[in-house]
């Protein structure tokens, strides 16, 4: 290895290194900073940890309970997740085994809808869940999650690939029902695809902000993000507390992520390129 | 052949869900929207039917007319650097000689898991003036003598919410530029390395052109995520003189704020029009440099 090589390598590996501390800094720099009074957060640049975490802590929770909106926020997202996935399974498994007429245009309106943006029929979802009853609980943030086209087209790619037809035919000669063929024989068969997709769902969901906050008018009710939304406006000159409900929102993440990154990571490679 | 046909009406019920889902939950509130966007609505009394003064009105507001601006220049700001130091990034980690490989894909990704919204107020409180640590550092290595107000600088601002964007997503279009290289297959570069192609003719002439159907889906996907942005500039608020306020911020305000929703109804068509042209203006210019 010349001298020019490892000169440019190391260049390389300065670069990396640079964009990895971007990435990281402001989140260090956020637990830092959580852990001061509000006095030294005005007038200091902050780099080691403080003794008042506590204290923040304590006023934040004095008016919001952050980690209700957590629990919520998991209950949410845990099972509009499993059922956006059972259905992505019917749907996709459907539209991969079954031959029947307008399967074609059937499949290209699901797809369709995927270049339809989110928030054009806010307003008249806002409505009907009042006609319906539903404002104010959980069912809108957990029905929408039935139609997601991503996860049917994704589900079918990979059933159209791994899934032999010979084993729903073993299936029907054994006298099993269609959907209990379903049930029991293909859904453990798309584990490796549901893994994938459900990571999407669920950092979907996780992630989702207008429809709760349009949705739902109890605060204990409140999602996550609609809870550190509020912060700004609760606490605007409590810099301390702002910074602990920052903490709380990314912490357990960064756990959940340092766990399970490669498998993330695998999975959101092998969405992108499918998709 | 007849178990063929009886099947075929199970084919129907399994897609069923899709489509019940979705007419009720998507289709449904869609045509609502636009039958409110031609009514007079308040959210407390009925509707009251008026034609077209919703759009009118649109057409002739200039605020829309900014927060397009407005959406158009954060995009813009956002997705450039992103996709260059995405591409960059996937070029290095590409690499066999990369040690970590693993370790710096998931630290760059790992800013997308986290909530917009968080991130939204993350950087509001970095780029505080007089709080923020951003000003503090620059202070003290002696960039600056007084604190910036950022917010109160109509294009600081909209840096700033590009920027959270630009953070968020680069590493996501990273994983999906890796992957696409990976799908490249091998003998491709061991063909151009016999060859004796150098490391940036290969980059130029092989993995670049190879990988324009995954730029087609980024590029596409960003246009229609990117006029769509709202959590992170929420938080980040409107900036002066509205310079920060997104195209949906604006949707948002005057429905759910202000109560106009049939107004915000007409904003939703308005924005919606706008973000199929720049699709297919998108889509049409991928396809002319592909001719080219």
């Not at chain 1, 809108?140 to 589900?155: D, E």
């Not at chain 1, 207008?210 to 409590?238: E, H």
């Not at chain 2, 040690?99 to 790992?110: E, I, P, W």
Request: aromatic share 16%; with cysteine.
């Amino acid at each position: 290895m010349g001298i020019k090589q490892i000169f440019v390598r190391g260049i390389i590996y300065l670069f990396l290194i640079a964009v990895a501390v971007t990435c990281l800094i402001p989140f260090y720099s956020m637990i830092i900073t959580s852990t001061h009074t509000n006095t030294d957060i005005a007038q200091k640049l902050l780099f080691l940890p403080g003794d008042q975490l506590a204290e923040n802590y304590k006023r934040l929770m004095g008016s919001v309970n952050i980690w209700r909106g957590f629990a919520n926020s998991v209950f949410v997202a845990v099972v509009a997740t499993a059922l956006d996935l059972y259905t992505a399974a019917l749907v996709g498994y459907g539209f991969s085994k079954f031959k029947f007429r307008f399967r074609n245009p059937l499949f290209a309106i699901v797809l369709a809808t995927m270049m339809v943006p989110g928030q054009l029929g806010i307003i008249g979802f806002y409505k009907l869940m009042d006609t319906f009853h539903m404002l104010d609980t959980y069912w809108p943030m957990i029905l929408t999650g039935m139609s997601n086209a991503f996860g049917v087209f994704m589900v079918k790619q990979f059933a159209d690939e791994s899934i032999p037809s010979e084993l729903i035919e073993s299936g029907r000669i054994d006298g099993y029902g269609e959907f209990q063929i379903f049930n029991r024989i293909i859904l453990p068969l798309l584990g490796p695809a549901m893994a994938t997709y459900a990571i999407f769902a669920f950092i979907g969901k996780w992630n989702d902000f207008l429809t709760p906050m349009i949705v739902l008018f109890d605060n204990n009710k409140q999602t996550l993000p609609v809870m550190i939304a509020s912060l700004r406006s609760q606490f605007t000159a409590d810099f301390g507390a702002q910074y602990v409900g920052i903490v709380i929102s990314v912490v357990p993440i960064l756990v959940f992520f340092s766990a399970m990154s490669k498998r993330i990571i695998s999975g959101v490679a092998a969405g992108a390129v499918k998709g | 052949m007849k178990s063929k046909v009886n099947k075929s009406v199970y084919g129907y019920l399994f897609i069923s869900p899709f489509f019940i889902a979705y007419t009720v939950m998507g289709l449904v509130p869609i045509l609502y929207t636009l039958y409110l966007s031609f009514t007079k609505w308040d959210g407390f009394t009925n509707p009251i039917y008026v034609g077209f003064a919703n759009y009118e009105r649109l057409l002739h507001d200039t605020f829309f007319y900014q927060t397009i601006g407005n959406t158009l220049i954060i995009w813009i700001f956002s997705i450039v650097p992103q996709l260059i130091i995405a591409l960059l990034l996937a070029l290095i980690l590409n690499e066999k000689f990369i040690k970590g490989k693993h370790f710096f894909r998931a630290v760059f990704y790992f800013p997308h898991i986290i909530t917009p919204i968080t991130l939204g107020v993350m950087f509001a409180l970095m780029f505080d003036w007089q709080t923020g640590s951003i000003n503090m550092l620059l202070m003290k290595i002696g960039v600056i003598h007084d604190p910036i107000h950022w917010f109160n600088n109509p294009w600081w601002s909209r840096i700033i919410a590009a920027s959270v964007i630009c953070w968020q997503y680069f590493g996501f279009n990273l994983i999906v530029f890796i992957a696409g290289m990976q799908s490249i297959p091998t003998e491709v570069f061991e063909a151009a390395e016999v060859d004796g192609a150098s490391k940036s003719q290969v980059a130029w002439r092989i993995t670049l052109p190879l990988l324009r159907p995954v730029f087609l889906f980024t590029l596409i996907t960003s246009v229609i995520g990117g006029l769509q942005l709202f959590d992170a500039p929420l938080m980040l608020g409107d900036g002066p003189g509205n310079s920060g306020r997104t195209m949906i911020m604006y949707l948002y305000e005057t429905a759910f704020k202000s109560f106009d929703y049939s107004y915000g109804a007409a904003i939703a068509y308005g924005i919606f029009i706008i973000i199929m042209i720049f699709t297919a203006i998108t889509a049409k210019a991928t396809k002319m440099t592909k001719e080219a």
